[in-house]
Structures are given as structure tokens and as C-alpha cells.
């Protein structure tokens, strides 16, 4: 009997998984037939035959049932595949309900999604925040680095109570004094740009610009203690050399010797200064020669308008009028001159205003590619399905899940950002969805040849399977998108949560409502006449048999031919291997990134406009460097009442309480620190890169106490006020400050004025502050250090001005800042370069800090302005850090969820294989396309194991499910049933991403690159690697299973012993004691 059984075995390998299970009694039913085992199995293959042609499905009135070839139970070792028969499950009671009442069940889960869908528009119409759109920057945060602390502790302190508000308003400091935006002009031509001709074409340009009326309204005024404040601050042109701007004897205003003007300009050390600014790096100035390949011009606009001051609530108004003027006014002038050139010289421009509007409106375009993705997948999904009913409530299904993923992530998890990041998430769950739906689709249709009892069964088998196979790769999907949720990122965390959610609601939407269109759509025989010829009396869906469907055939037949050929199946593998070995060469060179976030692709104008900014010109004093602020009087930011999901919260001021300069043991100190700045060694100013100035060799350095010491030298030179002329400098005294105040009776009220006066310190620091207090505003001194400096009242000594009432004396400071400039460009290094030079700060810092006196031992350092660059550079580490670890959780991830859906430790293990192999690849793609590891290539990275894991869990599951022995046979059923959803959910996540690739903005091309590419190398390594791997390493019987080992433990908890022998019902514990039996069985006898 057992030779008999075995050959039976053999011949029934290739039967369909959804018809070979278990079963006790299939030894009798053989032998009931009165036919030997080969006779049988003709029979079964002429009987399934039959059924194919007939087109499968429930069983005709009449039809006789076909008998079923189950395979041999081992009652101690079932295969990992092996379940109880699918026909005679008790079907599921959410089954019943989707059947019995599926007209209910369809309206009920359908009424579900559009309440939801309702619900977000009636809160959107009441005003409130569905979804938060922020497109206008990344919040790119770590909330708890003191880089970040500390610059935001800059940035806000004047928002503080205790802070006296600074005079910022047009009245004050003068109307458009503070530059609020810069527009650059670039000028290219191979040759040279310094010709009379092209010189001539650029005064076109500018006129052109200048003429503009509105210009006069938004332009950049001089200072307020200037004269002619009626006139705009001219542009910082090459043409100003020209036109007797900077020196009376440079007027050549028709250009007939360029190249003497600006010779002559280059001998004078403050006009060669300034000249640096237009010059390329290939430039040339000398007396026989001048050329320079490229050149610039700077357009200054400013603010406050008025009306206005520079207060933070009032910046952004002022700014958005700005950028509507630029818009309406500038942009058509210098998009005419882009289009057609500068004469034959090339023409770029940029603007942070003219940039951020652009990137909007590109923003808002880029997204609307998400339809062009839909209708690819709507397209494809019809043409599968052959049915538009399921086809429009599959989209449905797919498109509501945004909508209520968003529900839950905005008022459930309370976060409030949405940024671009987000905007990715459409094309993500477009390709998930449609691979989920195809997946029912297709197992619905594999269980028409399957002859189940009732409709209930049908769905109860298809719905185990389908929810089964969905869950698995949702889970290592969500798994993956939510290891992002752990970065301390505001941008990544919110997006891989909101990511991980979406999956989640998805694949909730498809286990409940998809089910009952397919059921609805069985009883109600809708279809699309342009697709099929349907008879009216078929109960099945509008698609034919599995079995002949092309792509099954493909599949079963010639597919697995190709994988399981003796010489082709190693020769496919040695593909993958010398892929492998050529993607890890790549990826062992992948370097980081030097740049920040760049937003427009190479070849766009805004981004050559920024090369040529960071790397076209030489080095000038003009240039945005990074400015280095030794601070004292602030602590960290306190952000412990802003909750993590708010980008937008501040915080709350921390002042250091101990910070006083009016101790003269404490001036000195930090008169002592700034000399000690300036004559720093070669070898720390290389370390810490701080610049030098061209004219004077001095480090650029901007230290309050060396301008008072030199403003109150000169005064104390007034005879008239001071006869005596006294010592003004620093460190003050009482002496020092009554001769002061003497000298300016009608500056101070000396009648009220305690005799236990304290604040020494600023009385002096006010008065030069303020230049004597006079009635214009000092503009050098006040517009340059009146932002580093932050006063408050001191209730026993603050009092006003006799000659001014409007400003306040005997303040007490709360703040102080030193600037230092450095020789770096932001942008311009990677954090690998970067980090140790703000390691070198802090070590400096901390040792001048240990120095000092106690009221000054506070002192830190911080970049807050040009983008916080100190941060940036641990962002940008922080970025790949967040990268690896979720490349790392991921493959975790997926190996523990693979493991425990297969059973089986080896598919497991060959299946994270597989992902592991795609990410490399990925990672290798990166150096290969000539980019680097930046801020885009991290967070795609971030996401590569959650993209790559579907296909393979597909193909591990199918494989697992095969209720076949052998491993050639169970990949054959693994290609046959699970072959054509694989396929059908690569094309459509490949078509979406296509779509991406017609982006503006970079970031939504390179994800669409990477998604393609992800998806591209998942599909071939799992076809060609993870299926010829299972073909000759795949788990045979009980290899790797963790079925027994599960049985093992189980029994053993149940006490179960060597002796003992399994059985079927021993008291529900699964084994007995057969000598006991044996002897009470006897003792019964006898």
C-alpha cells in the first residue's frame, strides 16, 4: 500500500493547492472507486479538464462532483502548507453576512467610507484644519540638540515680557533700511563678459528693471542719518565702476577702456574689495587684461514698509507684499531676458522671494501627476478585472484611505504638519492598494475550480487566503514606513506615521469592504459589455478561470521551465550575483552630500543660478558665509510645553540669571576675549575657518565692547564736555560714568538718580548705542549692534531720557552676542567636514568659558541665521543615521513576520535575502547616478525595505501554501497562484512611479527614480533570485518548519513524555500513554 501511495504522490503534484489538503479518509475514497491509483489519477486530470473547459466555478444542478487527490498525512509531521480542506471549513460568520445580506453589508461598509469622506469635508467647511499644508519648507528639527536649543533661544528672545521691545519700526530705524530680500543677476558667456558690448547689454537688463514704478515703493532706502533718502540704494553692478558711483575718477560711462577702468579699480584695496563681488573664479585683472567669464549684480529690497516694523509678526506680511511685487513686476522682465539672452550672453536669476512662489505653484503641479498615476492604475486594473464596478469602488477603496488615514493622523495623533514629504504617500498607497485588490481578485478567481458547498465557503476560502496573504506584506510595509516614526525628525517621524497608518487603513478598506463589491458584484452580474460577452445566467465575476488566464499559463508553463532549467537557472543566478557584486562596488563609494535640501533638478535655471552663487565666483566680502554668535545671557530653549507633533511652537525664553557685565573684573574679561579673537594663531584660525578681511588682514569679527572702547575714546576728547577729559574706556566705574552723566545734564535727570546706582555698564553702553542720544539714529553702530545687544528694566535704576522720554537708560542687559565670520559657504561641505569644525567651536567655547569670570561662565555658540548650518550638519547626519536604522528594523521586520507567515526559517531567511539584496542595489543606485548621500537619498532610503518586501512575502507565502513535499513542485504552485499578482501589483506601482519622473521639483523625481527602481529590482530578484533559490534550496517537508517545533512546545507544556504516542482524541491533549491503554484495555478483557 505504501508503493502504492507514494506513486500516487508523484502524480498529483501539480494539483492546485486550493484543492490538495488533508484529508483523513482519502485512502478509502481510493479505494471505494474500485480503480488502482494511476487509473484514479487520469480520471482527476479528465475531470479538472472538463471543468476548465466548462469555465469552472460552483457546480451545475446535475454535475457530478470530481474526485479529489489529497496528498499523504503524516499524523506526527504535516508539511508547513498543510490545513484543514478548504471546502469543509465551518465558513466565517463576517462571510455569511457579506452573502446572506449583501446588499446590507455593501451598503453598510460603503455608507462607512463616504460618513468618513463626508465628515472631513464638513470640518474643512467649518474652518478647521483637516490637513495642514506646508510647502514652503521641511521641518527638519532635532528638538533636543543644543544646536537647535540655542539658536532658537537666539531667535526668539526678544519675544520674551522681560525683553524691552526693540525700535525696529520705519519711524525709527528708517523706512526700507534693512534689506529684506536680494536679487541676483547672473551674466554668462564663454568668452568674456567684460566687453564694451556685453557691458551694454547688462545696462539694458537693469534699466529695464530700474524703470519699473513700483520699484521706488519696495527698493532698499540708505541709512536714516544719510542724506537723500528719496533714492533707492543703486545695485552692486559691475556698471557702478562705470558711471562714477564709487570714485569720480572712474566715469566711463560709454565703456571705451573696460579694461583700464577696472584695473585702476583693482589698485585701490576698497574698490578691489568690492570688485571681488563680479568677478568668476577663471577672472583675470591686470594691467594688460581683464576678463572673467561670468559676472553679477545684486538688487537690494527692503523693509520695514510703511507702517510696519521688523517685528516677527510683521515680517511675514511685509514679505509676502515683497514677493508679490517681485512676481507682478520683476519676474516677466527677467524671464523675457532668460528666454532670449542677454545679447549672446546667457541670463540667470534668483530671489529666496521669487524662488518660494515658484516652488509653490511647481509643488501644486507636481501633484497633480498623482492623477495621471490613477488613471494608469484605473486603466490597468480594468483591463485585468474586466470590470468596471470593481474596478471604480478599487480605486474608491484606494482613495478614501487617504482621506481617512488623515482623520485619524490629525486628530487622533494630533499632528498638524503635511508637508511635501506626505505628498509621496499618494503614489505609495496608489501602488500598495492596487496590489492588495489584485491579490482578492485574483484568489477569488483561483477558487472558481473548486467545488465548494455553498457561496459562503467559496468566500470564506478565498477571504483566509487573501486577508492572509494582504496582512503579511502590510504588516512589513507598515512595519518598515513606521520605523520612520521613531526619527526625531518632525518631517520624517510624521511622514512614516502618517505612511504606516495609511497602510494600515488600506488594508482594513480592502478585508472589509472589498469583499462585499466582489459578492455584490457576483449576484448583480454587473460588467462592461465593451470588455466581454457575458451570459446572463453565470453567478461568476466577469473574468475567466485562473487556469487560462495568459499570464497563469505563462506562469505554470514556460516561466517555470526557464527557472527550473539545468543550465539557465545558474546562469540566472550568476546575473544576480555579478549585479550584486557590481552594486556593492558602487555602494562602498557612496559619500555624503555637501549640500542642503536642493529643490529644483540640475538643469533648472533656479538651480544654476545656485551652483553659480557657491561655486562660480571668488571669494568677496559680499559673500553669505557662516556667521558664528558667541552668546552670553541665554540658555537652551525650553520647549517642554510644546508637544512634538507642533513644528510651529517656540518655547520659552531661558535667561542666565548670572550674566551681569557690570563687574569690571567681568569687562575686562570679555575685552581681554575679543583681543585674544583677533590675534588668534594660524593654526586655530585655519581650525575654526574664521575670515579675514582683504583690505585690513584683521579677522571679521563683531565685538560690542572693542566699538564702545573706541567710541568713548573719542568722546572723552570733547573738551567742551569734559574739560578734564577723563578716561571713557572700559572697564567703567562710578568715577568714569559721573563724569559722563556731568558732561550731558540735559541727557540725564540727575535729581533721580539713586545714590545706590548699579547699572554702570549700560549707562555707557546706551549712550553709544544711541550715539549721545541724539535725534537721528546712529546708523552704523545701532542698525550693526542694537540686534547682538537685548535690555530689560531694572525697576530701581531704569528711567527715562530727559532729552528723548521715548528711550530708556540705566537698563539692565540681558543678552550679548560676539560675531565671528568664517571662510564657509553653507551648503558648500558635508557633515563629515562640517561636524568636527563645530566640535573645534565647542572645545574653544568651553575653554574660554572655564576662564572667565562667573558672570560671564554662560557662554555658548550658535549659528542662527542663513539656516542654522551648525544644526543642519547633525540633521544631515541624523537623516543617514535614521536611514540605516530603518534599512536595519526593516529587514528585521520582515524576517520575523516572513518567518512566522511561512512557518518555515529557511524561506524566512531566503526571503529577507531578497530584501536585503534589493537595498543594495538601491544604495548602489546612488553613487551610480552620480549622486550623493543627502537629505532626498536618506529618507528614500528610509523607505527602500518597505517598497521591497511585497513581492517576495507573495512568493514566500505561495510557496508555503503549496501542500506539495518536494521543492520543484512547490515552486511551480508558488509561480501558478501567486505568479500573476505579483505581476499585476509591480506594473502598477511601476506605472504610478513613471509618472513621478515628469516632476519639476527634485524630490518628486527622484522618488519617482527610486520607487521605479525599487520596484524594478524587487520584481527581478524575486522572479529570478528568491524563485530559481526555492526551486533548488527552497524547504522540502518538514526543513526549516517551525510546525513541529511549535508541537513540540505545546506538548511539552502539556506534560507530555517519551513514551507516550500521539493520537487524535486523547482527552484533547494530543497524545496518551500507550502501556496504560494497553493494560486497561485488559484488565476490560479479563
Not at 511551480?972 to 502598477?988: K, N
Request: hydrophobic residues 40%; neutral net charge; glycine residues 6%.
Amino acid at each position: 500500500m505504501s508503493g502504492k501511495v507514494h506513486a500516487l504522490e508523484q502524480a498529483t503534484t501539480s494539483t492546485s493547492l486550493f484543492t490538495a489538503s488533508a484529508h483523513k479518509t482519502h485512502n478509502n475514497r481510493i479505494i471505494s472507486l474500485g480503480m488502482d491509483n494511476q487509473d484514479y489519477v487520469n480520471k482527476q486530470h479528465d475531470v479538472i479538464s472538463t471543468s476548465s473547459q466548462n469555465g469552472g466555478g460552483l457546480r451545475k444542478k446535475g454535475a457530478a462532483t470530481p474526485p479529489r487527490v489529497l496528498p499523504v498525512e503524516s499524523k506526527d509531521a504535516p508539511c508547513d502548507g498543510e490545513t484543514e480542506d478548504d471546502e469543509n471549513k465551518e465558513p466565517l460568520a463576517l462571510c455569511k453576512f457579506f452573502v446572506q445580506r449583501y446588499k446590507l453589508a455593501f451598503g453598510v461598509t460603503l455608507g462607512l467610507h463616504v460618513f468618513l469622506l463626508l465628515l472631513t469635508g464638513v470640518l474643512f467647511a467649518a474652518g478647521i484644519d483637516v490637513i495642514v499644508f506646508k510647502f514652503d519648507g521641511v521641518p527638519l528639527q532635532l528638538l533636543d540638540h543644543p544646536t537647535y536649543l540655542r539658536a532658537l533661544a537666539w531667535q526668539y528672545k526678544d519675544e520674551d515680557s522681560l525683553a524691552m521691545g526693540k525700535d525696529t519700526d520705519d519711524q525709527t530705524i528708517g523706512e526700507r533700511s534693512s534689506v529684506a530680500d536680494n536679487l541676483l543677476l547672473y551674466y554668462q558667456y564663454q568668452g568674456n563678459v567684460f566687453t564694451k558690448e556685453r557691458l551694454k547689454e547688462m545696462q539694458k537688463v537693469e534699466e529695464k528693471l530700474l524703470a519699473v514704478p513700483e520699484y521706488q515703493k519696495f527698493c532698499q532706502l540708505p541709512p536714516k542719518s544719510s542724506g537723500g533718502r528719496s533714492n533707492c540704494v543703486k545695485p552692486l553692478s559691475i556698471l557702478r565702476f562705470f558711471d562714477g558711483s564709487y570714485n569720480s575718477s572712474l566715469n566711463d560711462s560709454s565703456f571705451s577702456d573696460v579694461a583700464g577702468t577696472l584695473y585702476s579699480a583693482s589698485q585701490n584695496p576698497l574698490l578691489n574689495q568690492a570688485l571681488q563681488f563680479h568677478l568668476g573664479k577663471d577672472a583675470v585683472v591686470s594691467q594688460g587684461e581683464v576678463r572673467s567669464s561670468v559676472t553679477r549684480t545684486l538688487f537690494y529690497l527692503g523693509y520695514p514698509l510703511v507702517g510696519y516694523d521688523l517685528r516677527s509678526e510683521n515680517k511675514s506680511t511685509q514679505l509676502e507684499k515683497i514677493r508679490t511685487f517681485e512676481e507682478d513686476h520683476f519676474l516677466p522682465i527677467l524671464k523675457d531676458a532668460m528666454d532670449d539672452g542677454a545679447g549672446d550672453m546667457a541670463f540667470l536669476f534668483t530671489s529666496v522671494q521669487l524662488t518660494a512662489a515658484a516652488l509653490l505653484k511647481q509643488v501644486i503641479f507636481d501633484m497633480l501627476l498623482a492623477a495621471g498615476s490613477l488613471c494608469f492604475i484605473f486603466l490597468f486594473m480594468l483591463l485585468m478585472t474586466r470590470s468596471l464596478f470593481i474596478t471604480g469602488f478599487g480605486i474608491f477603496s484606494i482613495l478614501s484611505s487617504f482621506f481617512i488615514a488623515n482623520l485619524i493622523y490629525r486628530f487622533v495623533c494630533q499632528y498638524r504638519y503635511f508637508g511635501i514629504f506626505h505628498v509621496l504617500s499618494i503614489f505609495i498607497i496608489l501602488g500598495i492598494g492596487a496590489d492588495n485588490v489584485f491579490v482578492f481578485i485574483d484568489t477569488w478567481r483561483a477558487t472558481e475550480h473548486s467545488n465548494f458547498p455553498t457561496l459562503e465557503h467559496r468566500l470564506t476560502a478565498c477571504y483566509r487566503r487573501a486577508a492572509s496573504a494582504t496582512l503579511y506584506t502590510s504588516l512589513t510595509t507598515m512595519a518598515a514606513f513606521l520605523s520612520n516614526a521613531l526619527s526625531p525628525l518632525i518631517a520624517i517621524q510624521s511622514f512614516g506615521l502618517f505612511s504606516g497608518i495609511l497602510v494600515f487603513v488600506n488594508y482594513m478598506s480592502v478585508v472589509i469592504f472589498f469583499p462585499t463589491v466582489i459578492v455584490m458584484n457576483h449576484f448583480e452580474h454587473w460588467t462592461w459589455p465593451c470588455f466581454r460577452c457575458r451570459d446572463k445566467n453565470s453567478q461568476e465575476i466577469p473574468a475567466k478561470m485562473e487556469n487560462e488566464h495568459p499570464i497563469v499559463r505563462f506562469f505554470r508553463g514556460p516561466f517555470y521551465k526557464l527557472l527550473t532549467h539545468r543550465i539557465i537557472r545558474f546562469a540566472l543566478l550568476a546575473v544576480c550575483a555579478a549585479l550584486i557584486v557590481m552594486f556593492s562596488v558602487f555602494a562602498a563609494r557612496i559619500k555624503p552630500d555637501e549640500q542642503s535640501i536642493q529643490y529644483y533638478q540640475d538643469n533648472h535655471h533656479y538651480s544654476k543660478a545656485v551652483d553659480l552663487q557657491k561655486y562660480g565666483f571668488k571669494p568677496s566680502a559680499q559673500d553669505d558665509v557662516i556667521e558664528v554668535y558667541i552668546v552670553y545671557g541665554l540658555k537652551n530653549q525650553d520647549l517642554q510645553e510644546c508637544s512634538n507633533t507642533d513644528f510651529a511652537c517656540t518655547g520659552r525664553t531661558v535667561w542666565d540669571d548670572g550674566f551681569d557685565l557690570n563687574p569690571k573684573r567681568a569687562q575686562s574679561a570679555l575685552v581681554d576675549f575679543c583681543a585674544r579673537l583677533q590675534n588668534l594663531s594660524d593654526v586655530d584660525v585655519e581650525r575654526l575657518k574664521i575670515r579675514r578681511n582683504a583690505v585690513t588682514n584683521r579677522l571679521e569679527t563683531q565685538c560690542f565692547v572693542e566699538r564702545i572702547n573706541e567710541y568713548m575714546e573719542t568722546e572723552s576728547k570733547n573738551t567742551t564736555k569734559y574739560p578734564m577729559s577723563p578716561d571713557l574706556s572700559l572697564p567703567t566705574t562710578e568715577v568714569k560714568v559721573d563724569a559722563l552723566v556731568h558732561g550731558n545734564i540735559d541727557t540725564y535727570n540727575l535729581t533721580a538718580v539713586s545714590p545706590l546706582f548699579y547699572r554702570y555698564f549700560e549707562t555707557v553702553m546706551g549712550y553709544w548705542l544711541h550715539d549721545g542720544y541724539k535725534h537721528e539714529t546712529r546708523y552704523n553702530d545701532f542698525r550693526v549692534y542694537s540686534d547682538l545687544l537685548g535690555e530689560g528694566t531694572d525697576k530701581f535704576d531704569t528711567r527715562p531720557v530727559a532729552s528723548r522720554p521715548d528711550i530708556l537708560w540705566g537698563t539692565k542687559l540681558l543678552y550679548a552676542a560676539v560675531v565671528v565670520k568664517t571662510t564657509l559657504k553653507f551648503g558648500t561641505f558635508s557633515f563629515d567636514d562640517g561636524l568636527p569644525i563645530v566640535k573645534a567651536w565647542d572645545g574653544f567655547i568651553q575653554e574660554e568659558s572655564n576662564s572667565m569670570p562667573s558672570t560671564l561662565s554662560g557662554m555658548s555658540q550658535c549659528t542662527p541665521t542663513g539656516g542654522n548650518p551648525w544644526h543642519f550638519l547633525n540633521v544631515q547626519k541624523e537623516l543617514v543615521d535614521t536611514a540605516t536604522q530603518g534599512i536595519y528594523v526593516g529587514i528585521v521586520l520582515a524576517f520575523v513576520v516572513i518567518t512566522l507567515a511561512t512557518k518555515n526559517v529557511f524561506t524566512g531567511l531566503l526571503a529577507t535575502l531578497n530584501i536585503g539584496v534589493v537595498t543594495l542595489s538601491v544604495v548602489g543606485l546612488i553613487p551610480m547616478a552620480g549622486r550623493k548621500l543627502g537629505v532626498l537619498e536618506s529618507l528614500n532610503l528610509s523607505l527602500v525595505v518597505g517598497l521591497a518586501v511585497d513581492y517576495v512575502v507573495h512568493l514566500a507565502e505561495g510557496y508555503h501554501a503549496s501542500a506539495a513535499q518536494d521543492r520543484l513542485t512547490r515552486t511551480h504552485d508558488m509561480l501558478e497562484h501567486v505568479g500573476i499578482s505579483v505581476l499585476s501589483g509591480a506594473l502598477t506601482t511601476l506605472g504610478a512611479s513613471v509618472f513621478m519622473c515628469a516632476a519639476v521639483i527634485l524630490f518628486f523625481l527622484q522618488f519617482g527614480i527610486f520607487m521605479f527602481a525599487t520596484i524594478g529590482f524587487s520584481l527581478f530578484y524575486s522572479l529570478f533570485g528568491f524563485s530559481v533559490l526555492m526551486g533548488l534550496l527552497g524547504p522540502q517537508g518538514q526543513t526549516g518548519s517551525l510546525v513541529p517545533v511549535v508541537r513540540w512546545l505545546r506538548f511539552r507544556l502539556r506534560g507530555k513524555k517519551s513514551h507516550h504516542e500521539h493520537c487524535e482524541k486523547c482527552e484533547g491533549r494530543g497524545f496518551h500513554d500507550a502501556e496504560s491503554v494497553f493494560t486497561t484495555r485488559r484488565r476490560k478483557k479479563f
